[in-house]
């Protein structure tokens, strides 16, 4: 069966600090994919990156990176220098990549608050 | 582009009342994905569609919701009767395709807010 797990519940960091988000995953495809969103307050999920389970390059897009390891089956989210508009709460997910349409299971999220 | 919509935003109704939403995906996006998400927990997959057919309902409580996409555009999700542990937010998102060829990446409406007392 696959989880997703995102253990930390609600981090809280002052402005500037830098803060990982972890996600940890269960499957036993071969084949899948790994997502990051974020949930503002406004309520809409936002779409933040996609990888999938051949690549295990590290991304890097502005204040944003993701590093994903294979061998502990994690894929964690680093933001550089927070600030403020980051807060909100992240989810991680997992989909499949064999049935033809994403399947997603989301993680629990993890709530972020950046204080000023 | 405009947006996937959603209407209401938040409704409040007391329980075994009945209650619909409405969800308008962005324009030429085939599937349509209803999301039901509890406080503190990530979406939980109601029902899925591709243009007009169900692709995946397995999680959708039959006995008292019910959701239909008739033209293959817009979509309305039914409860019936409401219970105390429907109170939840309703996420409607779609994707431009589905398939390998698909980036995957949904594109979320902002919710539809149930309170059932």
């Known amino acids: 069966a696959q989880k997703v797990t995102q253990a930390q519940t609600e981090i809280s960091v002052v402005e500037k600090e830098d803060v990982t988000l972890d996600c940890v995953y269960e499957?036993?495809?071969?084949?899948?994919?790994l997502f990051w969103y974020k949930q503002p307050p406004s309520g809409e999920l936002v779409f933040l990156i996609r990888r999938n389970s051949f690549d295990e390059q590290n991304e890097i897009s502005g204040r944003y990176s993701w590093n994903f390891q294979k061998s502990t089956s994690s894929f964690n989210f680093t933001i550089t220098a927070s600030q403020v508009v980051d807060s909100a709460v992240y989810f991680c997910a997992l989909s499949d990549g064999t049935s033809g349409t994403y399947k997603y299971i989301f993680g629990t999220g993890t709530r972020l608050k950046v204080l000023a | 582009e405009a947006g996937v919509a959603q209407s209401p935003r938040y409704k409040i109704i007391e329980k075994r009342q009945s209650v619909a939403f409405w969800c308008n995906p962005i324009?030429?996006?085939?599937?349509l994905y209803w999301y039901q998400q509890i406080l503190g927990q990530g979406p939980k997959l109601l029902i899925q569609?591709?243009?007009?057919?169900?692709?995946?309902d397995s999680q959708l409580p039959k006995d008292r919701f019910s959701a239909e996409r008739l033209k293959g555009v817009d979509s309305t999700l039914k409860i019936q009767p409401a219970k105390l542990e429907d109170s939840a937010v309703y996420l409607c998102?779609?994707?431009?395709?589905?398939?390998?060829?698909?980036?995957?990446?949904?594109?979320f409406g902002e919710g539809s807010r149930l309170t059932v007392l």
């Open positions: 569609f591709q243009n007009n057919g169900v692709v995946d």
């Open positions: 324009s030429g996006h085939a599937t």
């Open positions: 998102a779609s994707s431009r395709t589905s398939g390998r060829a698909s980036t995957g990446e949904l594109f």
């Open positions: 499957t036993r495809d071969t084949t899948y994919y």
